[in-house]
């Protein structure tokens, strides 16, 4: 679950719905700062029962996923993770629902493959 706070002081939690051929939570977020001209200035993720935090005001934000699963046992463990985009980089901040953290940085154009961006100009 991802929390975003808004350049207007709201706080938008992702709400938990499906969808099907539609925009996911994370681009009707994005589209909405666009139409309203607000920024996002700040994101948490939540799994299980841990807190990661974004860099705060950072350029932009992209929300990504990515599951590791073992070759030769029946392990898997998705990840979610926010992304801040400050220039050229991704400061990646990644947690599972077992509370497990990882943080890494990555040139920005190389995250589109975690995330659930339509484009690489979709970063808000």
Not at 71 to 84: R, V, Y
Request: glycine share 6%.
């Amino acid at each position: 679950m991802w929390v975003a706070h808004l350049s207007n002081g709201e706080i938008v939690e992702e709400p938990q719905v499906e969808f099907k051929d539609e925009l996911s939570p994370w681009h009707l977020l994005i589209e909405r700062c666009r139409r309203d001209n607000l920024r996002i200035v700040f994101v948490q993720v939540k799994r299980g029962n841990t807190w990661v935090n974004s860099i705060r005001n950072a350029d932009g934000y992209a929300c990504l996923y990515q599951m590791i699963a073992g070759l030769n046992s029946h392990s898997m463990s998705l990840f979610q993770g926010i992304a801040s985009i400050v220039g050229d980089y991704a400061f990646i901040c990644w947690v599972n629902d077992q509370g497990i953290v990882s943080q890494e940085i990555q040139q920005r154009d190389a995250i589109h493959v975690h995330s659930n961006l339509r484009e690489k100009h979709d970063l808000l």
